[in-house]
């Protein structure tokens, strides 16, 4: 039955369930039992259909003047998207960004635990990363294989991109979460989620200019 939930809730839906959560972990530390779909849509912007119909997607309803139980929304949303359970998981690829994200402690409040980084550069072998280890891609196999490893986070230069996922696809791995410039190319079993930095980029360098042009304009108006 929950598998069946999983593949029904839209792509859209489970980008904004984690945006829901600061403000459910909020009303519980405030001591809160219940919320209403008008506060938790006012709060974040978003319309009240659309909050009644993100949380009923993933079987959780509320009712007439009570509003949704605090608690089982946050422990409906954190089983869904897997929150409940820290997957551990692998960075090839310990550059800047690799680093960055092996050092940021707040993805295992999310599920994720990065347990070691893999590189083809000797010397960073044998150096440790926010206390992770940072061993050579040629043992990345083997210890997919011995810890059972299902995620793999790539920061490898574009055009290694490719060729690693390749290797980590075929080490076992089921999950690629793609930092890199490059689209890469998987079998239909493997999940893939890729984050385009530069497109990111871009729609924020392209609303900032629209927001200066529109600001320019609004004072040419008024002299």
């Known amino acids: 039955m929950e598998e069946i939930i999983q593949e029904s809730v839209s792509y859209s839906?489970?980008?904004?369930?984690?945006?829901?959560?600061?403000?459910?972990?909020?009303?519980?530390?405030?001591?809160?039992?219940?919320?209403?779909?008008?506060?938790?849509?006012?709060?974040?912007?978003?319309?009240?259909?659309?909050?009644?119909?993100?949380?009923?997607?993933?079987?959780?309803?509320?009712?007439?003047?009570?509003?949704?139980?605090?608690?089982?929304?946050?422990?409906?949303?954190?089983?869904?998207?897997?929150?409940?359970?820290?997957?551990?998981?692998?960075?090839?690829?310990?550059?800047?960004?690799?680093?960055?994200?092996?050092?940021?402690?707040?993805?295992?409040?999310?599920?994720?635990?990065?347990?070691?980084?893999?590189?083809?550069?000797?010397?960073?072998?044998?150096?440790?990363?926010?206390?992770?280890?940072?061993?050579?891609?040629?043992?990345?196999?083997?210890?997919?294989?011995r810890m059972h490893i299902q995620i793999a986070i790539l920061t490898v230069p574009g055009i290694d991109a490719q060729a690693v996922a390749d290797v980590a696809v075929e080490a076992g791995i089921r999950a690629l979460w793609n930092f890199t410039p490059a689209k890469i190319t998987v079998p239909e079993n493997i999940i893939v989620e890729r984050v385009d930095l530069a497109a990111s980029l871009a729609v924020l360098s392209s609303r900032l200019v629209s927001t200066a042009r529109a600001a320019e304009y609004r004072q040419q108006k008024n002299l």
């Open 13 to 145: 839906t489970i980008r904004r369930l984690p945006l829901y959560m600061p403000l459910l972990k909020a009303a519980l530390d405030a001591g809160e039992q219940s919320i209403s779909s008008a506060k938790m849509a006012e709060t974040l912007g978003l319309d009240t259909v659309l909050v009644r119909k993100d949380l009923a997607s993933i079987g959780i309803t509320g009712q007439a003047r009570l509003g949704f139980p605090v608690r089982e929304l946050i422990e409906g949303i954190e089983r869904f998207l897997g929150w409940d359970n820290i997957s551990d998981a692998f960075v090839i690829g310990a550059g800047n960004l690799g680093r960055a994200l092996a050092g940021y402690a707040g993805f295992e409040a999310h599920g994720l635990k990065i347990v070691g980084l893999f590189d083809n550069d000797p010397t960073k072998f044998g150096k440790f990363i926010a206390g992770k280890p940072v061993m050579e891609l040629s043992k990345f196999p083997h210890l997919v294989h």
